[in-house]
Structure formats: C-alpha cells, structure tokens
C-alpha cells in the first residue's frame, strides 16, 4: 500500500456514494408530507388528552380576575400627574391616556393540592391562581369617535 494510492480509492467510493445519498433523498422526497408536521406536534397534545392528564376547557371559564388601570398625562393643581385610575369619566381623561396596564388571574382547572390558596379564596378548593400583569402603551392609538373614522 502507497499512501499516494489513498486519495485515488477515496475518489473511487465517493460518486457511489453520492449516488445512493440521491437517490435516498429522490425516494423520501415522494413519501413527504406537509401534514405530517402538524400532525406529530398535535400527536403530545393528543395523547395528553387520552390519559386525561389535561383537560380541554375554554381560558375564560377560568379567569378569576381582570382589570385594567389607565394612565393619563394630567395633572392635578399642585401640578403632580396624577395616579393611574379604574374608571375613565370623561372626554379629557380619554384624550389623555398614554398606557393601559392590564391584569388577569386564572385558575388551574383542577385541584393541585387541599391548601393551595387556602389564605387566597374564601374557600380553599386547592386550585392554584396564576396573576400577570402587564402595561401597554397607547400610542398611535385612538379611542372613541376618532377610533370609528
């Protein structure tokens, strides 16, 4: 054996190979299908809702709580701005709104422990809540007759 004789046999597999690659591929390619990748991602979701292990419920039969709060650039006569409020009243305060700051809670669909919650909710069901809370600006965005043109 020479060593120089190395890259001729090296040359002498590599277009048998590129060939079954191609035609590996040619093959594969025909079987392909576009769905099957939707398919195999719903396939966990599927199976999760076999064992039970989750339940398929509507998120608004479990929101416990949401409000907004509303951010205004006014200010009061000592010039301060004034704090963020519940209620908008009126068309000043509609005009001079600069950030909605959101907030929801949901309930786990069911139980995860008897005293999860129990210093929360009235009653300790041992649904666990979840709370988020999050600000969003208006800018750009119009309220009231301008938001209807």
Request: aromatic letters at 6%.
């Amino acid at each position: 054996m020479h060593t120089h004789d190395a890259p001729v046999r090296f040359r002498r597999f590599l277009l048998p190979i590129a060939l079954l690659f191609l035609a590996s591929a040619a093959m594969r390619w025909q079987w392909r299908d576009e769905r099957s990748v939707i398919s195999n991602i719903e396939a966990s979701y599927h199976v999760l809702l076999t064992v039970e292990a989750m339940d398929e419920t509507p998120i608004a039969e479990h929101v416990t709580n949401l409000q907004f709060r509303y951010v205004m650039n006014l200010s009061d006569s000592n010039g301060f701005v004034q704090q963020p409020v519940r209620v908008i009243s009126t068309p000043i305060q509609q005009s001079a709104i600069r950030e909605v700051e959101t907030t929801i809670e949901c309930e786990t669909v069911r139980a995860v422990n008897k005293v999860t919650n129990a210093n929360a909710n009235t009653s300790a069901n041992g649904k666990q809540t979840i709370s988020i809370t999050t600000a969003t600006s208006v800018r750009n965005l119009q309220f009231g007759s301008n938001a209807r043109r």
